[in-house]
């Protein structure tokens, strides 16, 4: 990939107010390339809200200066920036070729750097079970006005008088902060939700519409979240609908362009069911890109929630199979000062694992596969050196650098009629979503490499996962039930799995969990009598899965993105025997004991990078059905060859030991190797590549 598909999500401390152009030319001289896009992150929403024009030169506020305001980064101390400067610096970076957007966030920091024009309109506010929050930008002005309206003004006149080429909207703007379960529940916001929707509330509630206390904010939430969380759900949905369809076309208008920040860290489901937000109305309502925050080095470092490595990676690939034909960008957490945390720095070879595994999340479309995402948004950007860039641009170029014509792990299926379907059955049962099977999976080492959407499906070959197919139409059911191109693992609640017109080679039922899943297996090309006994044996060694058996409706759904969205449990012997069929039941050519993702590049060599989880450098040993020619190291590490592994020849019981851990040049002339032993950096990832004879 042409590194300049790459955007970088700038601080306004990263360039330099003293230079004539700004810093430009230093920053660009260090990154070593010309990126797509730049979002020069402004943070505080003031320098929209407080825009009127360029008529007179004046000093920003610090929180505009700086991220939070923070006081320095690695090179300089905070400046004091002009509102001339400003502009100077976003037709500086136009100038270049590269898109420069005004970003923001939503915060409202009650006055710390400056009076803030929310103080003076605090019933735009949040007001929440937890109390008073955030910007909310969907709500009104006293006086009835909508602030998207104000909103819409106010941006078109900012981007054009400083000479931005759009907005790029993050963190605490869309959404404003908490899931919607713990969301806005003021006066506004049931009187916009019961005109749209036409529900009827109690009169109890009704009759307080013009109050915010926080018992009649506890008391909405109880009884919307209990009793009408779809028409809730639907509510926002709509409301972003039109919150951004008006935004867009006022952008589009004057030739500027939107970018958004998705929705917390989460895939298609779990954005739509917590916050309301459905990305295909996004990019319907107009929005030019968006960003998937797939962080999780940054989260888990910043704030020891358990490591969502799986959780994040697969986030953008679900994403693209949702709207294959819209842009989509990762997000790659390298650092942040002012958060204070450093991936670079501090754990190099899980950034290095993010930036493999990010480009190597294929999706099959248009019958050919594609990278799940159009490049990287390395954020932040600022106090990276040019050493430091150089180590990243070598990095992304191996990670971007090979086209695959095969994926020899199977490929997940997407449905848009089992996604949508999926909300009422969650709110009624809790069941596992897609993401959460396959990231369950994985976790166990369980290898998938592409998704491709239903509509592509005779475009696939090899073996293929679709999980809930119960949730799937009768037509496409029968699609996926008459392929017969490699094996096929389905997943199903239990009570479904006897309505299917289909007769299985195996059915796994979970029987140590409460709410029974299944796995359903045809076109096996495996030891079926093997197979049977190794998932057996999961079973008579696992344990009991332990859940509260009350009303899955009345789960508590909790406020903050950080923290797991809630599912009926599958046992960990469901998910072993999962990811035991992915990685076993489809006469895969490579085998290993760790997680890879092997594929067929054009040159005809295989590329396999092997992910290590464990925090100590991993022996990895894979093995081949076929005679190897060469094995060669992608990567930086391991410096020294791989070293090949040699077969037992007739009347031998075991390996040769020398011959085992013999490099090529050391075989014999009668030694065919059919696999190789390596080393993989702790928590870090190997590259190889390897031609076969």
């Known amino acids: 990939m042409d590194k300049k598909q790459h955007m970088i999500w700038m601080p306004l401390i990263g360039f330099d107010r003293e230079q004539p152009d700004r810093g430009v030319g230093e920053y660009l001289d260090s990154t070593g390339f010309i990126p797509k896009a730049m979002s020069v992150f402004i943070f505080h929403p003031d320098i929209i809200n407080e825009h009127e024009n360029m008529d007179k030169e004046f000093t920003l506020h610090p929180d505009l200066c700086s991220y939070f305001g923070s006081p320095r980064n690695e090179f300089r101390e905070r400046q004091p920036w002009t509102n001339y400067e400003l502009r100077d610096l976003a037709h500086n970076l136009t100038d270049r070729g590269i898109e420069a957007f005004v970003g923001v966030d939503g915060v409202y920091l009650e ?61 605490f703007f869309c959404p404003p902060e908490h899931s919607i379960v713990n969301g806005d529940f003021s006066a506004d916001m049931i009187d916009q939700f019961i005109t749209q929707s036409g529900v009827k509330l109690p009169e109890n509630i009704t009759s307080r519409l013009g109050f915010d206390e926080q ?138 694992k993010d930036m493999y595994v990010l480009a190597n999340m294929f999706r099959k479309h248009n019958g050919e596969y594609q990278t799940s995402n159009d490049g990287y948004m390395i954020t932040l950007g600022d106090g990276i050196t040019k050493s430091e860039w150089a180590w990243l641009n070598e990095r992304a170029d191996l990670a971007y650098g090979a086209k695959p014509v095969d994926i020899l792990v199977p490929t997940v299926v997407w449905s848009d009629n089992a996604h949508y379907a999926l909300l009422d059955e969650y709110i009624k049962t809790r069941r596992p979503s897609l993401h959460k099977q396959l990231y369950e999976a994985q976790k166990r080492d369980g290898s998938t490499g592409a998704i491709a959407r239903i509509e592509e499906l005779n475009s696939v070959s090899g073996a293929i996962f679709v999980p809930n197919i119960d949730l799937y139409t009768a037509d496409e059911q029968k699609e996926v039930f008459a392929y017969n191109k490699g094996p096929v693992f389905c997943t199903a609640p239990t009570v479904s799995v006897k309505t299917f017109d289909k007769e299985f080679d195996l059915c796994v039922n979970d029987e140590l969990a409460l709410y029974q899943m299944s796995i359903m297996a045809f076109g096996l090309s495996g030891d079926k009598e093997a197979i049977t006994k190794t998932i057996a044996s999961f079973f008579e060694d696992g ?151």
């Open 111 to 171: 006055n710390t750097r400056h009076y803030e024009w929310e103080s003076d309109h605090l019933e735009l506010l949040s007001y929440g079970v937890n109390g008073r929050m955030n910007l909310n930008v969907l709500k009104r002005f006293k006086d009835g006005t909508y602030y998207e309206d104000f909103f819409c003004d106010k941006v078109v006149r900012c981007v054009t008088d400083y000479g931005f080429s759009g907005l790029h909207v993050s963190d």
């Open 215 to 352: 018992s009649d904010i506890e008391e909405r939430q109880k009884y919307i979240w209990g009793n009408l969380r779809r028409e809730w759900i639907d509510f926002y949905v709509w409301r972003w609908q039109k919150f951004w369809t008006k935004i867009c076309n006022a952008l589009h208008a004057i030739g500027k362009k939107v970018m958004i920040n998705h929705a917390w860290c989460s895939d298609p489901f779990e954005s739509h069911y917590r916050y309301g937000i459905d990305y295909r109305v996004f990019y319907e309502s107009g929005v030019d890109y968006l960003v998937a925050e797939t962080v999780p080095t940054g989260s888990e470092l910043l704030d020891k929630t358990p490591y969502k490595f799986q959780q994040y990676m697969t986030t953008a690939q679900l994403m693209s199979a949702f709207n294959p034909d819209n842009s989509l960008y990762s997000l790659l957490g390298v650092k942040d000062c002012t958060e204070e945390w450093d991936a670079i720095h501090h754990v190099p070879m899980r950034l290095e």
């Open 543 to 693: 344990e009991a899965v332990c859940e509260c058996c009350d009303e899955p409706k009345e789960w508590i759904d909790p406020p903050f993105f950080l923290d797991a969205m809630p599912f009926r449990e599958c046992s960990d012997a469901f998910y072993k025997s999962l990811a035991y069929l992915l990685n076993n039941a489809n006469g895969s050519l490579f085998s290993c004991n760790a997680n890879i993702l092997p594929v067929l590049l054009e040159n005809g060599s295989y590329r396999i990078y092997v992910i290590n989880h464990i925090n100590n450098y991993q022996r990895i040993e894979i093995m081949c059905k076929k005679a190897l020619d060469s094995v060669e190291c992608a990567g930086k590490y391991p410096v020294m060859p791989p070293k090949f592994v040699v077969p037992p020849k007739p009347g031998e019981t075991k390996f040769d030991g020398a011959k085992a851990e013999s490099m090529k040049i050391g075989l014999k002339s009668d030694d065919i190797p059919f696999g190789f032993v390596a080393k993989v950096p702790p928590l870090g990832i190997g590259v190889f590549d390897v031609k076969l004879r």
